[in-house]
């Protein structure tokens, strides 16, 4: 859809950086407050490293695809990767196994990102691929 | 060109209750600040240093897996016994690290000299 | 090619920020010192309205595409639009007859892009559509 | 919900050579903001107006449709014989002004006191 903005990436770690500046920049003009677009930024992150990670295993050939929907709303971002999505559902991080080494220190992607913004959804279908879709919704508290 | 890696300074600063070992990073906190934050660390002698100040002032992006370093350090500390204090995290970053918990073993303070004074004597 | 970044905006004024975000994004991740990220950011928005406006005449359904193309020698940024491209070569502007009201005050565009890069160039080739290519080279001095 | 629109604000201040209209631009210079700027110019009265001083410090993103505007101030301001002082650009901003030859035109200040004083008395 043209009204959409899209962004496509390698799978190189660290040009997820560019995909939160896309998101910023659209949160902003849409007059998302500073804290917001804050929150969006990480969610993008931590689903363009999951994507380059997990969905494309790092292979460079394969794009990251981040598709980002205006509406009276708010903002739907969906991020999009060759793989088949997770298998896993999101589980909160327990900081006394991890603090004590009795689980693995990473594992806080996916929490992050549902906790950040006001939808979040995983989205498997393979062999097309699968996303992440995250949406931050417009303060209604002016109605 | 590339100069968004870690840095991490060492500095001691002496308080009243004895040296505090600060580490001062800059650039990015992701999963390439492995050597910079663990390697850093692991210079730190664990029979003379209790206690440990994270200086976050300079830092623009932390990702879940700088985060996860962040907890390796914090284990690593809490087998040698010493304390931990944090400041500089932007208000967002104060809000991620204490949705994942990391706030039951680390206080995150508004500046320096409130970290160092949480120490106590 | 999977090595570059790519973007692409509906023909809406105002959008440009995100293509000049995204790209100023590349260019910090390149180690660009701001001031050449200013630069570019600004050739990167006059490109983008100047595609939107005369490239594809403001009509939302058309898309802007942004390619970001890195290698050791700098960064390149292609702006493609469905038009026929500028007929005119760039011309500086004569600020005395601006300001007299003698010519538009407008048309300022083009030669802040070639004035603010290391390349530009503007390409067309209807019907495919017609694009500039903006270079920034990377600083040679420490060689 | 956008906010990224022009919004200018009038300020008299006395300086020892007389009054000065400073025309305080917030938000984005493009396009879009002709109303705010010409209109807000044409409130001015070209009789006991001579002094305009245009304050763009708080003003973050300049296109050339949005220099394209200033020039047509400067121009309505030359009928009508004022002098307009600028302060405020960042060092980017300044360098592009300087490029479209507009400095030929009005002087970029530092800072308002200098910009103030640069109308003489
Ligand atoms: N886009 C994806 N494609 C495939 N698997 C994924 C994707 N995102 C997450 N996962 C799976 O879910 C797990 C948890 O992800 P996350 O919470 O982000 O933590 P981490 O990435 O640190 O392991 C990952 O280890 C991976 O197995
Ligand atoms: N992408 C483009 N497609 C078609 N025509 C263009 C394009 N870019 C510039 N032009 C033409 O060149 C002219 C000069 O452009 P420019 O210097 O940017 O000033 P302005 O856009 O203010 O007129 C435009 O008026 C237009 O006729």
Same mark, same amino acid.
């Given at each position: 859809m043209s009204s959409n903005i899209e962004l496509r990436l390698p799978s190189?770690?660290?040009?997820e950086k560019v995909a939160m500046s896309t998101a910023a920049s659209v949160a902003k003009i849409m007059g998302f407050a500073s804290e917001r677009v804050e929150d969006l930024k990480t969610a993008v992150a931590e689903a363009c490293i999951n994507a380059m990670e997990? *969905?494309?295993?790092?292979?460079?050939s394969l794009t990251v695809g981040v598709i980002l929907s205006m509406d009276s709303d708010g903002l739907e971002v969906k991020v999009l990767d060759a793989g088949s999505g997770p298998g896993t559902s999101v589980h909160a991080p327990n900081i006394d196994r991890k603090i004590h080494g009795e689980?693995?220190?990473? *594992?806080?992607g996916m929490f992050l990102i549902q906790s950040l913004v006001d939808k979040a959804e995983w989205v498997s279908s393979p062999p097309s691929g699968s996303y992440v879709r995250l949406v931050i919704l417009v303060d209604k508290v002016k109605d | 060109m590339e100069d968004t890696g870690t840095r991490v300074k060492l500095e001691e600063v002496s308080s009243s209750g004895g040296q505090i070992t600060v580490m001062r990073f800059t650039g990015d906190i992701t999963s390439t600040s492995e050597v910079a934050i663990l390697g850093t660390y692991q210079g730190i002698s664990p029979d003379t240093t209790k206690r440990i100040l994270l200086d976050f002032?300079?830092?623009?992006y932390i990702n879940s897996s700088g985060i996860a370093l962040i907890i390796q350090l914090m284990y690593a500390a809490g087998k040698n016994s010493q304390a931990i204090q944090t400041f500089g995290l932007s208000p967002h970053f104060q809000k991620v690290f204490t949705m994942v918990g990391i706030t039951k073993y680390t206080s995150l303070h508004a500046d320096e000299a409130s970290a160092c004074a949480a120490f106590g004597d």
């Open positions: 190189r770690l660290g040009y997990h *969905g494309n295993k790092l292979d460079e689980e693995p220190s990473r *594992g806080m | 002032s300079k830092v623009e």
